[in-house]
């Protein structure tokens, strides 16, 4: 990671599930740009993040990586 941040402006329920809206701002040749929300069953913004990656050539990808880039180009994932 070349750099997170999170912005927290509310708070989340206890035992409740969170959901993600995931967008890649843009995918160039060594980092990506994303965004993600962070909202409650109720739709209710709980945290704006931001990341930017460092992309490098991969010669075998593990489940959980591809699993998450999927996720990210579907734009959502579910926590929970």
Known sequence: ????????????????????????????????FTECEMMDKDDRLIASMTHKKAIFKVQKCDKLLIRHINLAIRGFGVLG
């Open 1 to 32: 990671s070349l750099n997170i941040t999170a912005d927290f402006l509310s708070v989340g329920n206890m035992g409740e599930p969170l959901f993600f809206k995931i967008k890649v701002l843009k995918l160039g040749k060594s980092i990506a």
